[in-house]
């Protein structure tokens, strides 16, 4: 199903033309539920009857995006850990479930080439804005380098892709508490995107495709990828990194 995007006299037609080529979308004067949007030189999702909401919108160059980047500790972070950049820089990284790409980011300003693999056309949508804006940005002049966006089903990313360091791996979660008040963005996302039930299959090419290793990002609650215990775990604040290693870094 394609969403639509939504025409606005700010937004260029050739590049409304190039995103719905892109990303399958739809461009209409007129939309309602879901949608893309054009809102101060970026684009966002929003959802027409849920004002409260908040439109949705990759921003590498500012907000948490930026001050996880000064200040949400480097190398000692246990994503860096996880994924062997506290001990090598330049690995060469294919986040295949790359979401808003804010992991994929982290990766990337601690040094590593990030290839973001997205399936979902609106969210690939975002991610390739995200990286036109933050391309222009002068603090992040590494950005064009170390960033780049496959718009695939991830099972066809790990089969086509060339060999990589590491494969990191971040499959949706539906809440765990479905009485509880899913926090906005992840109700967007559950909407729009759903979860990644073919999950599990993903870790066998993932395992071939790495040279180094693979890390799956898992909530603390969840059993193992395909069931398969890693070789470590790297526990952070909210979440576990199960690492399975091909060859030392």
């Known amino acids: 199903m394609s969403l639509n995007l939504l025409s606005s006299p700010r937004l260029s037609a050739d590049y409304a033309a190039s995103l ?3 990303f399958g979308l739809n461009l209409v004067t007129a939309a309602g539920g879901w949608h893309l949007a054009w809102q101060d030189d970026a684009l966002v999702l929003r959802h027409s009857d849920l004002p409260k909401q908040g439109d949705i919108c990759v921003d590498f160059a500012g907000g948490a995006a930026s001050h996880r980047r000064q200040y949400g500790g480097g190398k000692s972070e246990a994503i860096a ?5 506290h001990k090598k820089r330049d690995l060469t990284i294919l986040d295949a479930t790359a979401g808003l790409g804010r992991d994929a980011f982290v990766l990337a ?3 590593a080439t990030v290839t973001m693999v997205e399936r979902n056309p609106a969210v690939a949508a975002l991610l390739y804005d995200g990286l036109r804006r933050g391309k222009q940005s002068a603090e992040l002049s590494w950005l064009a380098e170390r960033m780049k966006l496959v718009h695939s089903v991830a ?3 790990l089969q086509q892709q060339p060999a990589v360091d590491v494969v990191y791996l971040d499959p949706m979660f539906p809440p765990r508490d479905k009485s509880a008040l899913v926090k906005k963005e992840m109700r967007a996302f559950h909407d729009v995107v759903g979860s ?3 999950a599990d299959a993903l870790l066998a090419p993932a395992l ?3 040279q180094k290793r693979v890390v799956v990002k898992r909530p603390g609650y969840a059993g193992f990828l395909a069931g398969v215990a890693p070789t470590m775990a790297v526990t952070g604040k909210n979440n576990r990194f199960d ?3 091909n060859a030392a870094i």
Do not use: F, R
């Open 155 to 157: 099972l066809d990313a």
């Open 208 to 210: 071939k495709l790495a």
């Open 243 to 245: 690492v399975y290693i």
């Open 20 to 22: 719905c080529q892109q």
């Open 196 to 198: 990644d039930d073919d």
């Open 109 to 111: 300003s601690l040094g």
């Open 81 to 85: 850990k996880a994924c062997g950049l």
